[in-house]
Protein backbone atom coordinates (compact mmCIF):
# COMPACT_ATOMS: atom_id res chain seq x y z
CA UNK A 1 0.00 0.00 0.00
CA UNK A 2 1.25 3.65 -0.66
CA UNK A 3 2.41 6.13 1.76
CA UNK A 4 -0.04 8.34 0.56
CA UNK A 5 -3.03 5.89 0.48
CA UNK A 6 -2.03 4.37 4.30
CA UNK A 7 -2.18 7.90 5.20
CA UNK A 8 -5.52 8.65 3.72
CA UNK A 9 -6.83 5.43 5.47
CA UNK A 10 -5.42 6.63 8.72
CA UNK A 11 -7.45 9.95 8.18
CA UNK A 12 -10.54 8.39 7.53
CA UNK A 13 -10.02 5.90 10.42
CA UNK A 14 -9.28 8.58 12.64
CA UNK A 15 -12.54 10.36 11.65
CA UNK A 16 -14.63 8.18 12.00
CA UNK A 17 -13.17 7.47 15.53
CA UNK A 18 -14.12 10.63 16.49
CA UNK A 19 -17.40 10.49 15.52
CA UNK A 20 -18.35 7.56 17.64
CA UNK A 21 -16.61 8.31 20.42
CA UNK A 22 -18.31 12.35 19.76
CA UNK A 23 -21.68 10.34 19.71
CA UNK A 24 -21.36 8.58 23.06
CA UNK A 25 -18.73 10.23 25.47
CA UNK A 26 -18.74 13.33 26.76
CA UNK A 27 -14.88 12.88 26.30
CA UNK A 28 -15.53 11.83 22.97
CA UNK A 29 -18.22 14.97 22.18
CA UNK A 30 -14.84 17.10 23.97
CA UNK A 31 -12.40 15.70 21.86
CA UNK A 32 -15.16 16.77 18.41
CA UNK A 33 -15.69 19.89 19.65
CA UNK A 34 -11.61 20.42 19.98
CA UNK A 35 -12.15 19.90 16.19
CA UNK A 36 -14.92 21.48 15.47
CA UNK A 37 -14.30 24.95 16.97
CA UNK A 38 -14.34 28.15 14.63
CA UNK A 39 -10.67 29.17 13.29
CA UNK A 40 -9.58 32.81 14.63
CA UNK A 41 -10.47 34.22 11.34
CA UNK A 42 -14.21 32.32 11.64
CA UNK A 43 -15.52 35.53 13.51
CA UNK A 44 -16.19 38.40 11.28
CA UNK A 45 -16.37 42.31 11.64
CA UNK A 46 -19.45 44.19 11.95
CA UNK A 47 -19.49 46.45 9.02
CA UNK A 48 -21.99 48.85 7.63
CA UNK A 49 -22.46 48.71 3.70
CA UNK A 50 -21.79 51.80 1.98
CA UNK A 51 -25.04 54.52 1.77
CA UNK A 52 -26.80 52.12 4.63
CA UNK A 53 -28.20 54.34 7.56
CA UNK A 54 -28.16 53.35 11.02
CA UNK A 55 -31.86 52.88 12.33
CA UNK A 56 -32.91 55.39 14.16
CA UNK A 57 -31.32 55.85 17.85
CA UNK A 58 -33.70 54.01 20.28
CA UNK A 59 -32.72 55.07 24.17
CA UNK A 60 -34.54 54.00 26.80
CA UNK A 61 -33.62 55.48 30.55
CA UNK A 62 -35.01 54.60 33.89
CA UNK A 63 -34.45 54.54 37.16
CA UNK A 64 -35.33 51.48 39.34
CA UNK A 65 -35.20 50.55 42.82
CA UNK A 66 -37.05 47.10 43.01
CA UNK A 67 -33.95 44.94 42.33
CA UNK A 68 -31.52 46.36 44.68
CA UNK A 69 -34.35 47.26 47.95
CA UNK A 70 -33.37 46.05 50.91
CA UNK A 71 -37.13 45.16 50.62
CA UNK A 72 -37.31 43.50 47.44
CA UNK A 73 -38.32 39.72 47.82
CA UNK A 74 -35.26 37.41 47.50
CA UNK A 75 -34.59 36.24 44.36
CA UNK A 76 -36.50 32.85 43.17
CA UNK A 77 -32.92 31.53 42.51
CA UNK A 78 -29.98 32.31 44.66
CA UNK A 79 -26.56 32.05 44.21
CA UNK A 80 -24.88 28.39 44.10
CA UNK A 81 -21.19 28.14 45.35
CA UNK A 82 -19.04 25.43 43.28
CA UNK A 83 -20.85 24.83 40.68
CA UNK A 84 -19.98 24.47 36.84
CA UNK A 85 -17.73 21.85 34.72
CA UNK A 86 -14.11 22.95 33.77
CA UNK A 87 -13.77 22.26 29.76
CA UNK A 88 -10.42 23.76 27.97
CA UNK A 89 -10.74 25.15 24.13
CA UNK A 90 -8.01 23.52 22.08
CA UNK A 91 -6.19 26.68 22.17
CA UNK A 92 -5.85 26.33 26.18
CA UNK A 93 -8.95 28.43 27.12
CA UNK A 94 -10.48 27.37 30.45
CA UNK A 95 -14.40 27.68 30.55
CA UNK A 96 -17.29 26.76 32.85
CA UNK A 97 -19.91 25.28 31.41
CA UNK A 98 -23.49 24.62 33.43
CA UNK A 99 -26.58 22.89 31.69
CA UNK A 100 -28.06 19.90 30.11
CA UNK A 101 -26.03 17.36 27.70
CA UNK A 102 -28.93 16.20 25.84
CA UNK A 103 -31.99 16.69 25.53
CA UNK A 104 -34.37 19.60 23.30
CA UNK A 105 -31.96 22.60 22.47
CA UNK A 106 -32.13 25.25 25.78
CA UNK A 107 -30.65 29.11 25.42
CA UNK A 108 -27.56 29.88 26.09
CA UNK A 109 -25.85 32.43 28.37
CA UNK A 110 -22.38 34.07 27.79
CA UNK A 111 -21.17 34.97 30.94
CA UNK A 112 -18.24 37.49 30.35
CA UNK A 113 -16.49 38.31 33.99
CA UNK A 114 -14.63 41.17 35.74
CA UNK A 115 -10.87 41.85 35.80
CA UNK A 116 -10.54 40.45 38.90
CA UNK A 117 -13.10 37.11 38.20
CA UNK A 118 -12.82 34.23 36.57
CA UNK A 119 -15.69 32.19 34.67
CA UNK A 120 -16.87 30.27 37.87
CA UNK A 121 -17.67 33.34 39.93
CA UNK A 122 -20.26 34.15 37.23
CA UNK A 123 -21.48 30.74 37.12
CA UNK A 124 -21.97 31.17 40.71
CA UNK A 125 -24.56 34.34 40.27
CA UNK A 126 -26.56 32.36 37.46
CA UNK A 127 -26.37 28.56 38.41
CA UNK A 128 -29.18 28.86 40.21
CA UNK A 129 -31.32 30.70 38.02
CA UNK A 130 -30.21 28.61 35.22
CA UNK A 131 -31.20 25.07 36.78
CA UNK A 132 -34.73 26.66 37.55
CA UNK A 133 -35.27 27.94 33.87
CA UNK A 134 -33.73 25.35 32.02
CA UNK A 135 -30.54 27.46 30.42
CA UNK A 136 -26.69 26.49 29.14
CA UNK A 137 -24.18 28.79 30.86
CA UNK A 138 -21.14 29.01 29.20
CA UNK A 139 -18.20 31.03 31.51
CA UNK A 140 -14.67 31.38 30.00
CA UNK A 141 -11.73 32.40 32.16
CA UNK A 142 -10.79 35.34 29.83
CA UNK A 143 -6.93 36.78 29.89
CA UNK A 144 -7.54 40.69 30.67
CA UNK A 145 -5.62 42.73 28.63
CA UNK A 146 -3.32 45.08 30.64
CA UNK A 147 -3.93 47.68 27.91
CA UNK A 148 -7.42 48.11 28.88
CA UNK A 149 -8.66 46.69 25.24
CA UNK A 150 -11.52 43.82 25.08
CA UNK A 151 -11.29 39.91 25.63
CA UNK A 152 -10.54 38.63 22.77
CA UNK A 153 -13.59 37.80 20.54
CA UNK A 154 -12.70 34.43 19.01
CA UNK A 155 -11.86 32.63 22.47
CA UNK A 156 -15.29 33.22 23.36
CA UNK A 157 -16.74 31.91 20.05
CA UNK A 158 -14.18 28.92 20.40
CA UNK A 159 -15.97 28.54 23.85
CA UNK A 160 -19.56 28.38 22.40
CA UNK A 161 -18.87 26.06 20.06
CA UNK A 162 -17.11 23.65 21.85
CA UNK A 163 -20.29 24.06 24.20
CA UNK A 164 -22.77 23.51 21.60
CA UNK A 165 -20.76 20.21 21.00
CA UNK A 166 -21.44 19.55 24.35
CA UNK A 167 -24.30 20.84 26.04
CA UNK A 168 -28.09 20.99 24.47
CA UNK A 169 -27.13 24.31 23.12
CA UNK A 170 -29.54 26.31 20.91
CA UNK A 171 -27.70 27.95 18.27
CA UNK A 172 -30.23 30.56 17.69
CA UNK A 173 -30.76 31.67 21.13
CA UNK A 174 -27.77 32.70 23.04
CA UNK A 175 -27.24 36.02 24.65
CA UNK A 176 -24.10 37.44 26.75
CA UNK A 177 -24.11 38.84 29.92
CA UNK A 178 -21.15 40.90 31.18
CA UNK A 179 -20.16 42.63 34.24
CA UNK A 180 -17.28 45.85 34.99
CA UNK A 181 -14.52 44.54 32.63
CA UNK A 182 -16.59 41.98 31.12
CA UNK A 183 -19.70 44.47 30.30
CA UNK A 184 -17.47 46.57 28.07
CA UNK A 185 -16.18 43.61 26.17
CA UNK A 186 -19.81 42.84 26.01
CA UNK A 187 -21.23 45.90 24.48
CA UNK A 188 -17.43 46.10 21.71
CA UNK A 189 -18.19 42.58 20.89
CA UNK A 190 -21.84 43.16 19.85
CA UNK A 191 -21.24 46.71 18.18
CA UNK A 192 -17.47 45.34 16.10
CA UNK A 193 -18.33 41.63 15.72
CA UNK A 194 -20.78 39.49 13.92
CA UNK A 195 -20.94 36.90 16.91
CA UNK A 196 -23.60 34.29 17.74
CA UNK A 197 -25.06 36.68 20.37
CA UNK A 198 -28.96 37.84 20.14
CA UNK A 199 -28.79 40.44 23.12
CA UNK A 200 -26.46 41.68 25.56
CA UNK A 201 -27.36 42.24 28.65
CA UNK A 202 -24.34 44.63 30.37
CA UNK A 203 -23.71 45.46 34.87
CA UNK A 204 -21.54 48.06 36.05
CA UNK A 205 -18.91 48.82 32.95
CA UNK A 206 -19.22 51.25 30.22
CA UNK A 207 -17.62 51.36 26.77
CA UNK A 208 -15.99 54.94 25.97
CA UNK A 209 -18.16 57.35 23.76
CA UNK A 210 -16.47 57.42 20.90
CA UNK A 211 -15.38 53.61 20.57
CA UNK A 212 -18.67 52.46 19.25
CA UNK A 213 -19.27 52.18 15.02
CA UNK A 214 -22.45 52.45 12.80
CA UNK A 215 -23.72 49.11 12.72
CA UNK A 216 -27.18 49.62 11.18
CA UNK A 217 -29.46 47.28 12.93
CA UNK A 218 -27.48 46.43 16.28
CA UNK A 219 -28.10 43.92 18.27
CA UNK A 220 -30.37 45.17 21.37
CA UNK A 221 -28.35 45.85 24.67
CA UNK A 222 -29.35 46.31 28.39
CA UNK A 223 -27.38 48.06 30.68
CA UNK A 224 -27.72 48.17 34.48
CA UNK A 225 -25.60 50.98 36.81
CA UNK A 226 -25.60 51.41 40.36
CA UNK A 227 -26.45 55.04 41.09
CA UNK A 228 -23.84 54.91 43.61
CA UNK A 229 -21.21 53.83 42.00
CA UNK A 230 -18.96 56.24 41.84
CA UNK A 231 -16.14 54.65 39.46
CA UNK A 232 -18.66 55.64 36.18
CA UNK A 233 -20.00 58.98 36.98
CA UNK A 234 -23.96 59.63 34.94
CA UNK A 235 -22.87 61.49 32.36
CA UNK A 236 -19.99 59.64 31.01
CA UNK A 237 -22.50 56.45 31.56
CA UNK A 238 -25.21 58.52 29.59
CA UNK A 239 -22.57 59.50 26.73
CA UNK A 240 -21.97 55.79 26.41
CA UNK A 241 -25.55 54.75 25.92
CA UNK A 242 -26.13 58.03 23.68
CA UNK A 243 -23.10 56.84 21.40
CA UNK A 244 -24.03 53.21 21.26
CA UNK A 245 -27.83 54.06 20.59
CA UNK A 246 -26.61 56.41 17.91
CA UNK A 247 -24.95 53.30 16.25
CA UNK A 248 -27.98 51.26 15.76
CA UNK A 249 -28.62 49.05 18.93
CA UNK A 250 -31.59 49.64 20.64
CA UNK A 251 -30.42 50.42 24.37
CA UNK A 252 -31.81 50.80 27.46
CA UNK A 253 -30.00 52.41 30.79
CA UNK A 254 -31.50 51.07 33.51
CA UNK A 255 -29.86 52.89 36.69
CA UNK A 256 -30.36 51.20 40.04
CA UNK A 257 -31.12 52.85 43.32
CA UNK A 258 -28.74 52.01 46.61
CA UNK A 259 -26.69 49.93 44.25
CA UNK A 260 -22.91 50.64 43.71
CA UNK A 261 -21.01 47.93 41.48
CA UNK A 262 -20.80 44.79 43.70
CA UNK A 263 -22.37 42.32 41.55
CA UNK A 264 -22.17 39.66 44.66
CA UNK A 265 -24.48 42.11 46.04
CA UNK A 266 -28.47 41.93 44.55
CA UNK A 267 -26.56 39.64 41.65
CA UNK A 268 -29.31 36.74 41.63
CA UNK A 269 -31.77 39.49 41.23
CA UNK A 270 -30.29 41.47 38.58
CA UNK A 271 -29.54 37.88 36.57
CA UNK A 272 -33.46 37.10 36.91
CA UNK A 273 -34.42 40.52 35.27
CA UNK A 274 -31.73 40.94 32.84
CA UNK A 275 -32.56 37.18 31.79
CA UNK A 276 -36.21 38.00 31.24
CA UNK A 277 -35.71 40.67 28.94
CA UNK A 278 -32.44 38.82 27.24
CA UNK A 279 -35.49 35.88 26.65
CA UNK A 280 -37.75 38.44 24.85
CA UNK A 281 -34.97 39.98 22.70
CA UNK A 282 -33.87 36.30 21.44
CA UNK A 283 -37.32 35.18 20.64
CA UNK A 284 -38.14 39.07 18.58
CA UNK A 285 -34.87 38.27 16.95
CA UNK A 286 -35.68 34.55 15.45
CA UNK A 287 -39.27 35.25 14.96
CA UNK A 288 -39.58 35.39 11.32
Known sequence: MSTPLRLALIAITFALLLMSLGRGTAQGRMLMASFLAPTLSDIQPLVMTEGVRPAPARLIERVRADLTSPDAPAPAAPEVRDAGTSHVTLVGLRWWGSGPQQGDPLPAILLVHDADQDGRDMIAIWHGLAEREGLVLIAPDFQVPEDGAPYDARRAVEAVAQAMQLYAVDETRIA?????????????????????????????????????????????????????????????????????????????????????????????????????????????????
Open 176 to 288: VFGHGRGAETAQIWANRFAGPWRAVAAHAGIVDFDAPRLVGDGVPVRHYLGADDTERPLAQALASATAMARAGHPYEFIRLRGHDNDLTVHGARIAEDAWRWMEGKMTQRTTP
